[in-house]
Nanobody, 124 residues
Framework: QVRLLESGGGSVQAGGSLRLSCAGS????????MGWFLQAPGKEREIVAA????????YYADSVKGRFTASRDNAKNTLYLQMNSLKPEDTAVYSC?????????????????WGQGTQVTVSS
């Protein structure tokens, strides 16, 4: 059984930084696309970033481009999200996902495995 466990969330002031981690267990994730998503209260889940198998191909939502960086360490079966210049509107539960459903959109949320999420709160 695949398990994804996020960590690194917390509360920070605007302009600050956080680094989220997503540790995978149960299977090797070095051959699958992985992604980060956020869900703010009362809103739909939306993609933050997606990263390909080697880490060379990435996608970022316009709202985080230039501020967030996704990376992965396949040897550690871990995905990261470095978040800089945080804004109050970044406040949300952030979840990682692994193994994009075959044929689904690179920009979508069709993944086979999901973590429980970690709260990020940015105060002004």
């Amino acid at each position: 059984q695949v398990r994804l466990l996020e960590s690194g969330g917390g509360s920070v002031q605007a302009g600050g930084s956080l680094r989220l981690s997503c540790a995978g267990s149960g299977r090797t994730l070095n051959s699958v696309t992985m992604g980060w998503f956020l869900q703010a209260p009362g809103k739909e889940r939306e993609i933050v970033a997606a990263i390909g198998v080697s880490g060379l191909r990435t996608y970022y939502a316009d709202s985080v481009k230039g501020r967030f960086t996704a990376s992965r360490d396949n040897a550690k079966n871990t995905l990261y999200l470095q978040m800089n210049s945080l804004k109050p509107e970044d406040t949300a539960v952030y979840s990682c996902a692994a193994d994009r459903v075959y044929g689904s959109s690179w920009y979508g949320d069709q993944y086979n495995y999901w973590g429980q999420g970690t709260q990020v709160t940015v105060s002004s």
